[in-house]
């Protein structure tokens, strides 16, 4: 039946009869003013090779903005500007970050100290969760703050390690709901070791930052528990960003 469609489609003929595809039959089917065509004979492949399955793919990469000015149904990351839980990593907030990080580096035992002292304070069921000892666990996160932190200026270098690391997370019983504390604690963290230097840029490109590396956290930690690809975060971003918001001027 479907043969009776294609007319002189050499291409669609190929599809048909299950065969690879070169680049001219790319664009023939490119250049292919029947949509409705195109569409049955793609959904009669599909249902030959795979029936009624559905797919995830994960995306192996990090993205220094979700805002997009495209509207395409088909795409669950974009956001428009206005949206609570859009996120934009400048690269003047990369350099903002990397530089009052390195401000910090010179005390990182101290820093860390106040960060676990500040983060058992607001979210005490977190403490059992931390077996080892607090100071070696602190020399943990100062690394491994800074090779996320160096790592801005190319994300894709980092995805995996960010993966993984929320897989870990996951094995140590970390939920969701725990990175807004985390994130409050780090950042309360560094307006105590930066003093003066801690302001509105900093504090904004800080945030935007976290969101990114938690979010990405979040979504292996997801993928891990249902045994699944990673898939549409949930309203994480807009809670914390409505959290950390900058204050009226």
């Not at 959904?43 to 797919?55: H, N």
Request: aromatic letters at 10%; charged letters at 20%.
């Amino acid at each position: 039946m479907l043969e009776n469609l294609v007319g002189e489609s050499r291409a669609l003929e190929r599809v048909i009869a299950g065969e690879s595809l070169s680049m001219q039959d790319g664009i023939e089917l490119m250049e292919y003013n029947d949509l409705y065509t195109i569409g049955s004979i793609a959904d009669a492949t599909r249902q030959k090779f795979v029936g009624d399955k559905v797919t995830f793919t994960s995306s192996s990469y990090l993205n220094y903005t979700n805002v997009c000015a495209a509207s395409c149904q088909i795409c669950a990351f974009y956001r428009k500007e206005s949206d609570n839980d859009s996120y934009t990593l400048t690269p003047e907030q990369i350099e903002k970050v990397q530089t009052t990080f390195g401000m910090v580096e010179p005390i990182a035992d101290q820093a860390a100290g106040l960060f676990y002292g500040r983060l058992f304070e607001i979210a005490p069921e977190v403490r059992p969760m931390f077996k080892a000892d607090i100071s070696e666990q602190g020399a943990k996160l100062m690394r491994m703050l800074g090779i996320a932190v160096r790592g801005l200026s190319n994300l894709e270098s980092i995805v995996p390690a960010v993966q993984n690391l929320g897989v870990k997370h996951l094995d140590y019983g970390v939920k969701e709901e725990h990175f807004q504390p985390v994130a409050e604690a780090l950042l309360w963290t560094l307006e105590q070791g930066l003093g003066d230097a801690w302001d509105e840029e900093a504090k904004v490109a800080w945030t935007e930052a976290y969101v990114i590396l938690s979010t990405t956290m979040i979504d292996a930690m997801k993928a891990a528990q249902t045994k699944a690809e990673p898939v549409k975060p949930t309203g994480f971003w807009a809670k914390l960003k409505h959290f950390f918001a900058p204050s009226p001027a």
